[in-house]
């Protein structure tokens, strides 16, 4: 069965850093992308970065430059350093891994959430 489980959460002042991280375990074949989501309250939840397998690094347009996704194959973890922290950035982020598991047919994991709070 697989799990993904988000950690790094927590308080920060605007214009400070966390790095959240994502350790997934149990298998997962044909890996179409992995990525980072957040959900703020009262919003629809929205892409914050990805990487599409053999494809470049997509990030929304808010956390350009602030924010940085990586991975670690041998760990199995997923990072997401984010600097320059902006109240806006408060939300709820979510680990996401997409698989391939037919021609048509896609299937998403999601952790369970980590909240981030940027506030003074």
């Known amino acids: 069965q697989v799990q993904l489980v988000e950690s790094g959460g927590g308080l920060v002042q605007p214009g400070g850093s966390l790095r959240l991280s994502c350790a997934a375990s149990g298998s997962i074949n044909s890996i179409k992308s992995v990525g980072w989501y957040r959900q703020a309250p009262g919003k629809q939840r929205e892409l914050v970065a990805t990487?599409?397998?053999?494809?470049?690094?997509v990030y929304t347009d808010s956390v350009k430059g602030r924010f940085t996704i990586s991975r670690d194959n041998a760990k199995n973890t997923l990072y997401l350093q984010m600097d320059s922290l902006k109240p806006e950035d408060t939300a709820v982020y979510y680990c996401?891994?997409?698989?391939?598991?037919?021609?048509?047919?896609?299937?998403?994991?999601w952790g369970q959430g980590t909240q981030v709070t940027v506030s003074s």
């Open positions: 990487i599409p397998n053999g494809g470049s690094t």
């Open positions: 996401n891994v997409v698989a391939q598991i037919g021609p048509f047919k896609q299937l998403a994991y």
